[in-house]
T-cell receptor
Framework: NAGVMQNPRHLVRRRGQEARLRCSPM?????VYWYRQLPEEGLKFMVY????????ESGMPKERFSAEFPKEGPSILRIQQVVRGDSAAYFC????????????FGPGTRLTVL | AQSVTQPDIHITVSEGASLELRCNYS??????LFWYVQSPGQGLQLLLK??????LVQGIKGFEAEFKRSQSSFNLRKPSVHWSDAAEYFC???????????FGSGTQLTVLP
């Protein structure tokens, strides 16, 4: 059973461009969490999704950020009009059930905004 | 405010020495508690978790952690550190309606030969 896959692993964007980060959960997992890790900080929760539904987006910035988890395909975290402050590592975790005890983390996507 | 605190930003130990990483939480009830390890450029790997029951929990790679309710602490320990243990360690609690993880700011461990 393959682990949580994230791609790309590294992404470079110029200010104002769009960034799309993909997360393929482990087989059989229908719950996805996205976290952001700013330099020198711990991970911060952004959004929790189940298939085709956003359950909790309380950690998402109000503008420019969106997430989806379609019935088929990976979960996508989309950042429009990126700014330098968006530079961070973005991790997703998948789980067969909601909760921290069964979250498996991907290797992360490191976004650099020039 | 609810929080997870890791008071030590950076710890250096010699290989073979014992290790203790501190974690304190501030919540009204006992949350679910976790320790994760992150190697450079990698994702997070779960070391151990505490939900209830025995307050001393064993994890992978020879790590253990002790939950102390009176001190609101969940400190991570290892009796003899190996060079491969050099990494960043994060304490986390589960909370919120989404049952998401809230992480401390991490402790960077350096192991001297």
């Amino acid at each position: 059973n393959a682990g949580v896959m994230q791609n790309p692993r590294h992404l470079v964007r110029r200010r104002g461009q769009e960034a799309r980060l993909r997360c393929s959960p482990m087989k059989g997992h229908s719950h996805v969490y996205w976290y952001r890790q700013l330099p020198e900080e711990g991970l911060k929760f952004m959004v929790y999704l189940q298939k085709e539904n956003i359950i909790d987006e309380s950690g998402m910035p109000k503008e420019r950020f969106s997430a989806e988890f379609p019935k088929e395909g990976p979960s996508i975290l989309r950042i429009q009009q990126v700014v330098r402050g968006d530079s961070a590592a973005y991790f997703c975790a998948s789980s067969p059930l909601p909760g921290g005890d069964t979250q498996y983390f991907g290797p992360g996507t490191r976004l650099t905004v020039l | 405010a609810q929080s997870v605190t890791q008071p030590d930003i950076h710890i250096t130990v010699s290989e073979g020495a014992s290790l203790e990483l501190r974690c304190n939480y501030s919540y009204g009830a006992t949350p679910y508690l976790f320790w994760y390890v992150q190697s450079p450029g990698q994702g997070l790997q779960l070391l151990l978790k505490y939900f209830s029951g025995d307050t001393l929990v064993q994890g992978i790679k020879g790590f253990e952690a002790e939950f102390k309710r009176s001190q609101s602490s969940f400190n991570l320990r290892k009796p003899s550190v190996h060079w491969s243990d050099a990494a960043e360690y994060f304490c986390a609690v589960e909370l919120g309606t989404a049952r998401q993880l809230t992480f401390g700011s991490g402790t960077q461990l350096t192991v001297l030969p």
